[in-house]
Nanobody, 119 residues
Framework: QVQLVESGGGSVQAGESLRLSCAAS????????MGWLRQAPGKERERVAT????????YYDDSVKGRFTISQDNAKNTVYLQMNSLKPEDTAVYYC????????????WGQGTQVTVSS
């Protein structure tokens, strides 16, 4: 059973930083990608950052470029999202996601962690 467990969310002031972690377990294939998405109240879920593992390529939404960094520790099956210079508009529930077997589509999701940024 695949499990993704997120941690690191919280409440901060604008301009501060947070680091989210996502520990993945229970999968036996070499995933093509992992990433982070977020959903703010009343809005659709949006992709924030993705790491394409074999290609060693990272994707960022324009709204977070230059402020957020996604990284992975293969030995720990953990993906991180370093979030700097946080803004109130970054407030959302952040979800970790894992791509399915031999696909670039997300198949597994974490439970989400709340990030709240106040001005």
């Amino acid at each position: 059973q695949v499990q993704l467990v997120e941690s690191g969310g919280g409440s901060v002031q604008a301009g501060e930083s947070l680091r989210l972690s996502c520990a993945a377990s229970g999968y036996t294939y070499s995933s093509y990608c992992m990433g982070w998405l977020r959903q703010a109240p009343g809005k659709e879920r949006e992709r924030v950052a993705t790491i394409y593992i074999h290609e060693q390529y990272t994707y960022y939404d324009d709204s977070v470029k230059g402020r957020f960094t996604i990284s992975q520790d293969n030995a720990k099956n953990t993906v991180y999202l370093q979030m700097n210079s946080l803004k109130p508009e970054d407030t959302a529930v952040y979800y970790c996601a894992l791509c399915g077997y031999q696909t670039y589509e997300y198949k597994y999701w974490g439970q989400g962690t709340q990030v709240t940024v106040s001005s």
